[in-house]
């Protein structure tokens, strides 16, 4: 949730999130901190995940109203031909796995 020896701002603000990311939210967080490279769209992950879109989407854009995933700013079509969102997780998402 922080990193070691963090601040305790780091420490009471991992505190804070840690208990609102579960189920599929931590799902989604763990999908796109595994990609090494790059980011990826809701359809993609929620391919990825065998879980249904219009589940994965709201999750996205919960995890960065929590300020762990963002908009890389690149767009993608996806199989419906609408650009798409490609979501990359945050520093602040990756400390949340300690690295």
């Keep these: 949730m922080h990193h070691k020896n963090a601040p305790d701002t780091e420490v009471a603000a991992a505190e804070k999130v840690a208990p609102k990311v579960g189920g599929l939210r931590l799902m989604v967080l763990q999908f796109l901190h595994r ?5 990826a769209t809701g359809e993609h992950v929620s391919k990825s995940l065998d879980q249904w879109l219009y589940s994965v989407k709201p999750r996205l854009t919960e995890l960065a109203r929590m300020g762990l995933v963002r908009d890389s700013g690149k767009r993608e079509v996806n199989s ?3 650009q798409e969102i490609i979501w990359e997780i945050t520093e602040e998402g990756r400390s949340f796995f300690n690295e």
């Design 80 to 82: 419906r031909n609408r």
């Design 35 to 39: 990609r090494k490279a790059g980011g």
